[in-house]
């Protein structure tokens, strides 16, 4: 079937279709021809996408993923990526495609890899959430040895392993197309950390990451220090997302460091480690007396009680750079709701920029939670309003690289 979808894909109805026939009606025809049922699903996705010549100067994102609670689904597998192959690669304003829980596997992930081999226009592609396990991440890396356009692609919560990983972060190495990269939630065995001593030497070298996922990789202070020695070599990164790994003030000391000297990053991501109070005093000196380019915080359920929560809050009043942070889930105390209070009032720290809402009962002041944040709607699709709200996504308003897959 691999060699007679090639050769659809070079010679058949769909390549010598009249541009006026739409998506779905090639979509259509394609299945036909390979005698594939058609997915419903991916049928009434295509038939939303606008082919007018005002939309295509501007090119299009088609976004099939698999967990929209908001229309019927029916999952992308496999084989419907092989005849979705086959229309896509005629169509030269695909520029963004984002196919997050699906059910495509490694053997998907093969297909995808060798349309991204031949494919010269798509810019950010989102996989999310499909087990392309560690075969599927080693066919992506050899992918980008080849594609020189990709410059966004999310591989989170796709069972990535060691080997892939590290795969990944030697193609990095020489790839100067790829500005983001999602790894969040490989499946790792060792404790070694070796992942992430690779990622640490790739970003030594690299001068194109712009920003990069690294949650729940299991790093420790030891590879926080490796991350932070290599940091101090690179001149690009803007977006480091260390979130739910098993950080503690020791490894913090090392960030607060780089801090000091670094001019680059503008958005740091904390949330669920254990930083505590110590944590939060080493991040709050770099911000008072060094450094004036990171613009958004996120430290949420760290374990910091009021006391380091009033340092951070402190050095926002001498650093006018640092406009978002993020604490909720911490140990809040009166002290600490008072000085937040008091940067909201003055407007110094818009309410839209944190997701802490100050309120006071018989002359005290406590916190209520508000849905803001760096990603909030990274993963799933609100029922009302819109997923790429900035105050609910701030990180898009701060630091956007292609488009929000």
Known sequence: MDSFLLELASTSQVDTMPKYISLDQQYSLACEEL???ENPFIVRILQEVKQDEETLKKKITIK???????????KVTDDDFQILATIFTNNMFLTGLDLRYNLLSDAGAVHIAAFLQRNETLLHLRMTGNK?????????????????TLQK??????????QSLIALATVL???????AINLNRPILYSEEEETTVHTALMLKVNCTLVELHLCKHEMKNFGMERLCDALYENSTLRYLDLSCNKIT??????????LKHNATLEILDLNFNRIEDDGAFYLSEALTTHNRTLQALAVTNNNISGKGLVALAESMKTNLVLSYIYIWGNKFDEDCCVAFAELIKSGRLKPTGTDVDPYEVDGNTYFAEVSHGLKRHYYWTPSYGQPDNHDENASLAITPVAENL
Do not use: C, E, W
């Open 249 to 258: 003030r020791d490894g913090i000391k090392f960030l607060g460091k780089l």
């Open 153 to 162: 692609l999310d591989l989170g919560d796709t069972d990535l392993r060691t």
């Open 173 to 179: 190495n020489y790839n100067s197309a790829i500005k």
């Open 35 to 37: 005698k594939h049922p």
């Open 132 to 148: 392309i396990d560690n075969k599927g991440g080693m066919y992506f890396a050899a992918m980008l040895q080849v594609n020189n």
């Open 64 to 74: 099939i993923a698999g967990n929209n609670r908001l229309i019927p689904v029916q």
